[in-house]
């Protein structure tokens, strides 16, 4: 049996459908449905349990995984209870850490790449507790992360007992089916998609700094299935461990994404440019782009899917039928 905690949520339910598809029932899902509709992400899958989270170290007691793949947690940018989120995406994480060690079990979990805070040391996934120590997260979530892959760091540093396998995942900006439930949280395409459908204008940030074009922010955006592919062959690869980013390795623009948008449909682009609202101007992180060296040096050669074609399969597959969900 493998356990999937955030297994309802974005990635960790198209992490279940590809399990599903890889002929896997055995998955149970650790995750709180709620009223929000979440359940849908989960309405074609097959699974072994739900667990509540407050039942899952009950749940745990006398079980053999073949794996836990934690992907749980408060993810929201914007939290402000430190209690909660400390106690739900580090102390939980923890315990987590702690019973895959000692029940030998492969761990894989996501980190994100909101640890690089504004991207001033760069965005290498270098695991040495000293490059760690350098980071500084820019919100409560990038912190919370960042305080897990630095424990990790330091019992592999000690050369402590660690899990058989133990892979953290630092995740870029991604996009893709089963997203609906998050809001404001929601990737900028699924937020505008009915807007750009109907024609309606889209807005995009105005650059406030000199050489950067309006519009012209970067991000690395990755589509949902490739980030899927990278744990699956984790999960197939148990000799690989270590902390990775998980991300194309190339910055696209927000005006990019959008045009991207566009060609999918075969419409014409209606698009206007607005100042950044000053709450946010000097913090706002104009480029943010992976390095997916280590990853590739461990063996991964799944490749990356382009942005434009990325867009396309999310809208023609997902956000432009009735029918959105994997």
């Known amino acids: 049996m493998l356990l999937v905690t955030g297994g309802a949520g974005f990635i960790g339910s198209n992490l279940v459908a590809a399990l599903n598809q890889a002929g896997r029932a055995d998955v149970a899902v650790c995750d ?53 989120v400390i106690e739900t995406n580090f102390r939980l994480s923890m315990r987590l850490l702690d019973w895959c060690t000692a029940n030998a079990t ?17 965005f290498r996934d270098d695991s040495s507790v000293e490059a760690l120590k350098a980071l500084r997260p820019m919100n409560l979530y990038g912190w919370s992360k960042h305080l897990f892959d630095m424990a990790v760091a330091e019992r592999a540093a000690r050369s402590d007992k660690l899990p058989p396998q133990w892979a953290g995942l630092k ?3 991604v996009f893709g089916p ?14 505008r998609f009915d807007d750009i459908r109907a024609g309606r204008v889209v807005e995009l940030f105005k650059s406030h700094r000199d050489g950067i074009a309006d519009g ?19 999960l197939s690869t148990p000799s690989v461990s270590g902390l990775f980013n998980v991300g ?41 782009e992976s390095n997916v060296d280590r990853l ?31």
């Not at 989270?53 to 007691?61: D, G, T, V, Y």
């Not at 492969?106 to 640890?115: E, G, H, M, N, V």
Request: net charge neutral; glycine share 8%.
């Open 32 to 84: 709180v449905l709620g009223h929000d509709g979440k359940w849908r992400n989960l309405a074609k899958r097959q699974l072994a349990d739900i667990v509540p989270p407050a039942e899952l170290l009950a749940w745990l007691k006398g079980r053999r995984l073949d794996a836990v793949i934690h992907l749980g947690a408060i993810s929201e940018t914007t939290a402000t209870d430190g209690d909660l």
């Open 106 to 122: 492969p761990f894989i979990y996501a980190s994100s790449a909101s640890t690089y805070g504004d991207g001033a040391q760069g």
């Open 171 to 173: 995740f870029f900006n």
């Open 178 to 191: 089963n997203e609906y439930h998050k809001g404001t949280m929601m990737s900028v395409l699924a937020r």
């Open 216 to 234: 012209d922010q970067r991000r690395d955006f990755i589509y949902v299935d490739d980030v899927v592919r990278v744990m699956m062959w984790l």
């Open 248 to 288: 194309t390795g190339k910055a696209r623009s927000f005006r990019d994404l959008m045009l991207s948008a566009y060609a999918a449909l075969g419409t014409v682009p209606n698009l206007r440019y607005v100042d950044m609202p000053l709450s946010i101007r000097d913090s706002y992180q104009y480029f943010t």
């Open 296 to 326: 590739t040096r461990a063996g991964y050669n799944g490749g990356f899917t382009t942005l434009e074609e990325a867009v396309d399969l999310y809208i023609k597959g997902f956000l432009d039928r009735a029918d959105r969900f994997r």
